[in-house]
């Protein structure tokens, strides 16, 4: 079965499903070129290393937090979650001094224990670190297109 979008034949139905029910990777090259658009994705590996999350001191709570996890990641694998409070690292009361000053001193690969809280439960989880990294695109006009391309691409931009 495909899908149709304004009256044009897109993509079989079973994949949107796919990426709507599962965490399978969405082939953007593969379907910007139904627009006659292409993508070029330039990864590129940052200062400092990473456990996979985002860290900062909640003033509200007056506690270290995780402000965010990526997926794929060694935090995402080891449980934790978005809003988890952090209360100690590597067997230390948590701070963000704490955290900078231990990252600081890791290496990729280094194991870093990692004590939260959430929902009043405590756990102690083990997180591998690694180098950081950044992901930058940009998405470009094919040189050369066709009508159905020319015509997907102009009721996306209606």
């Known amino acids: 079965m495909l899908f149709?979008?304004?009256?044009?034949?897109c993509v079989p139905l079973k994949?949107?499903?796919?990426?709507?029910?599962?965490?399978a990777e969405v082939n953007y090259p593969?379907?910007?070129?139904?627009?006659?658009?292409?993508?070029?994705t330039v990864t590129k590996s940052l200062p400092g290393l990473t456990m996979g999350a985002e860290v900062?001191?909640?003033?509200?709570?007056?506690?270290?937090?995780?402000?965010?996890?990526l997926?794929?990641?060694?935090?995402?694998?080891?449980?934790?979650?978005?809003g988890d409070k952090i209360i100690?690292?590597?067997?230390?009361?948590a701070s963000q001094q704490i955290y900078d000053s231990l990252m600081a001193t890791k290496h990729h690969g280094d194991h870093l224990q990692i004590q939260t809280e959430r929902e009043k439960q405590t756990k102690t989880v083990t997180v591998t670190l690694s180098v950081k990294y950044e992901k930058n695109f940009s998405?470009?006009?094919?040189?050369?297109?066709?009508?159905?391309?020319s015509a997907i691409y102009k009721n996306w931009l209606r």
């Open 4 to 9: 149709m979008m304004f009256g044009l034949l």
């Open 15 to 23: 994949e949107i499903f796919n990426y709507s029910v599962t965490v």
């Open 30 to 40: 593969e379907y910007l070129a139904y627009t006659g658009l292409l993508i070029a």
């Open 56 to 69: 900062a001191y909640s003033l509200a709570g007056s506690s270290f937090m995780l402000r965010n996890v």
């Open 71 to 82: 997926w794929p990641s060694s935090a995402c694998n080891a449980g934790l979650k978005k």
């Open 88 to 93: 100690a690292v590597d067997g230390m009361k």
């Open 139 to 149: 998405i470009t006009p094919m040189d050369r297109h066709n009508a159905l391309q």
